[in-house]
């Protein structure tokens, strides 16, 4: 079965740094991207980064360029996702995502989450 678990996450002040994990199983981990999504309280879930299988390309949200990493480790079937300056607005839960063929649905695909990890920024 897949499986995503995240974890990491916690209450840091706003400027401050904060790394969130997400272990992967059930699925063949270096073959497929991984995303980043957050969603806080009322509001959609939104795309925060994602990396390519070999973690060559990785784009990111406007709103966290320059202050968010995500990175991978093959080896370990882990993606992680680097904070630093924070700001209260990025306060979520964070998910991790990978999409993977619908056993139900050929030609389809769709999208595996973890559990969420919640991020507070706050002073």
């Known amino acids: 079965q897949v499986q995503l678990v995240e974890s990491g996450g916690g209450l840091v002040q706003p400027g401050g740094s904060l790394s969130v994990s997400c272990a992967a199983s059930?699925?063949?981990?270096?073959?497929?991207?991984m995303s980043w999504y957050r969603q806080a309280p009322g509001k959609e879930r939104e795309l925060v980064a994602s990396?390519?299988?070999?973690?060559?390309?990785?784009n990111y949200a406007d709103s966290v360029k320059g202050r968010f990493t995500i990175s991978r480790d093959n080896a370990k079937n882990t993606v992680a996702l680097e904070m630093n300056s924070l700001k209260p607005e990025d306060t979520a839960v964070y998910y991790c995502?990978?999409?993977?063929?619908?056993?139900?649905?050929?030609?389809?695909?769709?999208?595996?989450w973890g559990q969420g990890t919640q991020v507070t920024v706050s002073s």
């Open positions: 995502n990978v999409n993977l063929p619908d056993r139900n649905l050929s030609g389809r695909q769709r999208a595996y």
């Open positions: 059930g699925f063949t981990f270096s073959t497929n991207a």
């Open positions: 990396i390519s299988r070999l973690g060559a390309t990785r």
